[in-house]
């Protein structure tokens, strides 16, 4: 395969650059999540402290560009909410995840976070934690996943889940970077598989509480986008890569609260199922772009025309973990939301549909 070097950073040349002294400034990275969820981000140039989200700036960017905001009216302001140390530039350096603002002070159309949060406080003494597994697939510049031959298919899935060794996984050098890139951060990061599809992938984080869960998912997601630009490897979100009789891509969401959790849980768990399905069509709404190409009831999902659960069954909406059954409590999956989706969007409307919105 011809190299297209052009398109990918030179580390080694940068590693010289990097190491060079930064006179008591930081380089602080703002991240958002743009219209069509994918982040973007900038940096600026501040003196070295311990930053929380309260003594950083407000910032602005031209939402005209990225479809936030029209041309007539077009500052878009960057609110910062949570901050975390940065995997590329080294200590001091930071990235700050920022919530979007228009100028008369409503929420941006494109921030889910600020409701989020609000539901999230409102149902704090739930104790909700959230566990969301996000797949992926990485695409060369011709948009065709990576280890598939030109012009061809692959040998039919099978080896390629849990994969070890070439032929049947490509491209671990970015899954490690991205790994540890998140432990570094502090992102809960909990584990990493290769997936059923050659080229897809799966990270997962949590269990993260509250309105952590979708700032840490995002920022995930933000530093795979970078690590795999280091790479030159394109990253798809995309809930139905290829078309045919190739697994899609999700974004299971595990979902306890602490009455869950504890002893006589499952009555919890079982009362919340019964909660969800009334709200199944109003929840696909939340649950990503094209996830009617995935959830047809094949490559182990649920059909999205109707809602549907059990004990280790991985083809249905909502499925309860063999360990949790078995224990009597613990947390369920729900297996629905598709790898494009908001974490935002999905973590509300478990809590809204569960425990009803707020008034
Ligand atoms: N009590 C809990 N509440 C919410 N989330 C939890 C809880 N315990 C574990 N989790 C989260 O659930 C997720 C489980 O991910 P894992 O990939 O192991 O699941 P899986 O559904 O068996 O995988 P797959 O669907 O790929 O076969 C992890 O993100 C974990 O942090
Ligand atoms: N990729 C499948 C899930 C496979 C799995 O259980 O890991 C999906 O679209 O949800
Ligand atoms: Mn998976
Ligand atoms: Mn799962």
Not at 31 to 59: C, F, H, N, Q
Not at 273 to 280: A, D, G, S
């Amino acid at each position: 395969m011809a190299t297209r070097e052009v398109l990918s950073s030179r580390t080694e040349t940068v590693n010289k650059y990097m190491k060079l002294d930064q006179k008591g400034n930081l380089m602080a990275e703002y991240v958002w999540v743009d219209a069509v969820g994918e982040t973007r981000s900038k940096s600026r140039t501040l003196p070295v402290k311990e930053y929380t989200p309260a003594d950083l700036p407000i910032w602005n960017f031209d939402g005209s560009s990225t479809d936030q905001a029209p041309g007539d009216n077009s500052d878009v302001y960057l609110r910062p909410a949570a901050v975390y140390p940065d995997p590329f530039r080294g200590a001091p350096n930071i990235i700050v995840l920022a919530e979007c603002w228009n100028a008369d002070g409503t929420p941006n159309k494109f921030n889910y976070r600020h409701e989020c949060a609000k539901v999230m406080e409102a149902y704090a003494d739930r104790v909700p934690w959230f566990g969301l597994e996000q797949e992926y697939t990485l695409l060369d510049h011709d948009d065709r996943p990576y280890g598939w031959p030109t012009g061809g298919f692959p040998a039919p899935q099978g080896p390629y889940y849990c994969g070890v060794g070439s032929g049947k996984v490509v491209m671990r050098d970015v899954v490690e970077s991205h790994y540890k890139a998140c432990l570094y951060a502090g992102v809960q990061i909990s584990g990493t598989n290769a997936e059923v599809m050659p080229g897809q992938w799966e990270f997962q984080v949590g269990p993260c509480e509250g309105i952590k869960m979708g700032d840490e998912l995002w920022i995930a997601r933000f530093f795979l986008a970078r690590v795999a630009e280091d790479f030159g490897v394109k990253v798809s979100w995309h809930p139905k890569p290829i078309p045919g009789d190739w697994n899609g891509a999700g974004l299971h969401s595990n979902f306890s609260t602490k009455e869950m959790r504890a002893e006589g849980g499952m009555k919890h768990i079982e009362d919340a199922i019964k909660k969800l399905e009334p709200h199944h069509i109003e929840c696909i709404k939340e649950y990503g772009e094209d996830n009617e190409l995935r959830l047809t009831g094949r490559h182990e999902t649920g059909s999205i025309e109707q809602f549907t659960y059990g004990v280790a069954n991985r083809g249905t909406s909502i499925r309860i973990p063999r360990e949790t059954a078995t224990k009597g409590y613990g947390y369920f999956e729900d297996r629905r939301p598709a790898s494009n989706a908001d974490p935002y969007r999905v973590t509300k409307v478990l809590m809204t549909s569960i425990f009803g919105k707020l008034r």
